[in-house]
């Protein structure tokens, strides 16, 4: 393993246990024991096969890629229908288990960011770190959530906030990321942008009128 890899590794893990401290320190409201193992299962599910399908989409389904090359967006909209899915399985449309999650993903995500800049995966055209604009885009969304949070105590707009405010992110920085165009010049990461954002802005709206 060259010191690339290894950088990237130690980023990685870096933001695995970033994820997990976030989480603790933040002590956010839990669903009972089973529901909780449920809802990481479910997540989890989606979020891996997410993980590859974009790639897939992008470059073809070959072994290579079977192991290499994963979708932090693919990852979370994957984690995102595996919760819909489970919702509606369980008959729990109105709830609203990803909020726990938005936060710790945010400062996870960002660390592996900074893992891939270091690596030299997922960069852009005209030499424009793409990996640090989206590292520092999630930091500072997680800081964001988290006043939101303190100041209103709306964990159910947390998750929909975010995917929908990095949809919109990952929609402008994919036109200088080194990406396949699959057609009409954009990539399969703005389609599903375009597909998606709609849905969280949807969310979004609900649960505020909801509320209010």
């Known amino acids: 393993m060259d010191v690339h890899s290894l950088a ?16 603790k320190a933040l002590a956010l ?11 990481y299962v479910a997540a989890m599910a989606g979020f891996l096969i997410g993980a590859k399908l974009p790639v897939w989409l992008s470059y073809g389904f070959h ?7 994963k979708s932090v967006m693919g990852a979370m909209l994957g984690a995102f229908l595996g919760l819909q899915i489970y919702k509606r399985l369980s008959r ?10 938005a936060i710790p993903l945010a400062v996870g995500v960002g660390f592996g960011k900074i893992g891939c800049w270091l690596y030299g995966c997922c960069g852009g055209v005209f030499i424009v770190p793409v990996q640090l604009v ?15 949070y303190k100041r209103t105590g709306r964990i ?19 036109f200088v990321r080194t990406e396949p165009r699959i057609a009409l010049g954009l990539t399969i990461y ?13 969310i979004i709206a609900r649960r505020s009128a909801a509320h209010a």
């Open 8 to 23: 990237y590794s130690a980023m990685t893990l870096t933001g695995m246990g970033a994820a997990f401290a976030t989480s």
């Open 29 to 39: 409201p839990k669903p009972s024991v089973k529901t909780r193992l449920d809802v």
């Open 63 to 69: 072994p290579a890629l079977i192991v290499d090359g």
């Open 92 to 101: 729990q449309e109105d709830s609203a288990f990803g909020g726990r999650f």
């Open 134 to 148: 989206e590292s520092g885009f999630n930091f500072a969304a997680a800081a964001a959530l988290y006043i939101f």
């Open 156 to 174: 159910d707009l947390l998750f929909p906030l975010y995917l929908a405010s990095y949809l919109v992110m990952r929609f402008l920085i994919e």
């Open 190 to 202: 703005q389609y599903l942008a375009m597909a998606f954002l709609p849905v969280f802005v949807s």
